[in-house]
């Protein structure tokens, strides 16, 4: 099994859609949650945080169910330059450092 | 915010030379860098982690040998490609833990490497 899974994509959708990116897990240990987005050829770039409560950060929403090792993020609103690849990412366990990253899901958002 | 700088951004070399890149924390002090490789459409795997000061730990499957890094201050980690080959041609990315933060904050990624091995 994958340690970090996502449906790769490509989500196509038009602009001022709702979109939703799934992401299992499979390290139970694993305590700290990020998700990442990654421009074509670019290097990835902290989108946000996942807390266990879920947070909010704009039209952004991250929510984290420890129980079944599942991470997702919602966005609201889709803006032609939310087009790129969203990277989830998990830590490798308590107090670790090393970051494991998923394969990512590309998005689309169309005119 | 914190900076990581990458140096150079792209490198085209001959097959059998040696290629280094380095990796800044231009604002912050790191005890600890992470390599990491992208093949296209495939995710970032780390390679190794750079610690200042000490040997670096190397993931299973990375050649040690073959990915010299040195980590000498607590602002710059390098890694060189040794007798590059095509087959090294990647896209190759540092991040940098600032030294005062929890582990669960996120990395700060250099802008990459982009490796191309004629």
């Known amino acids: 099994r994958k340690e970090v899974e996502q449906d790769p994509g490509p989500f196509n959708v038009p602009e001022g859609a709702t979109v939703a990116f799934n992401c299992t897990y499979s390290n139970s240990a694993s305590q700290s949650f990020f998700w990442y987005r990654q421009d074509c050829r670019k290097e990835p770039k902290l989108l946000m945080s996942v807390y266990s409560s879920g947070n909010e950060d704009g039209r952004f929403t991250a929510q984290l169910n420890r129980a079944s090792q599942y991470i997702s993020l919602l966005i609201r609103d889709s803006k032609l330059s939310d087009s790129a690849t969203y990277l989830c990412?998990?830590?490798?366990?308590?107090?670790?450092?090393?970051?494991?990253f998923g394969k990512g899901t590309k998005l689309s958002v169309i005119p | 915010g914190a900076v990581v700088s990458q140096h150079p951004s792209r490198v085209i070399c001959k097959s059998g030379t040696s290629v280094k890149i380095e990796c800044r924390s231009l604002?912050?002090?790191?005890?600890?860098m992470f390599w990491y490789r992208q093949f296209p459409k495939k995710s970032l795997m780390l390679m190794a982690t750079s610690n200042e000061g000490s040997k670096a730990t190397y993931e299973q499957g990375v050649e040690k040998d073959k990915f010299l890094i040195n980590h000498a201050s607590l602002t710059l980690s390098t890694l060189t490609v040794t007798s590059a080959h095509p087959e090294d041609s990647s896209f190759y990315i540092c991040?940098?833990?600032?030294?005062?933060?929890?582990?669960?904050?996120?990395?700060?990624f250099g802008n990459g490497t982009r490796l191309t091995v004629t």
């Open positions: 991040s940098a833990r600032d030294v005062q933060a929890s582990y669960n904050s996120p990395l700060h």
């Open positions: 604002d912050f002090q790191a005890t600890t």
């Open positions: 990412v998990v830590n490798s366990g308590a107090g670790s450092y090393q970051l494991t």
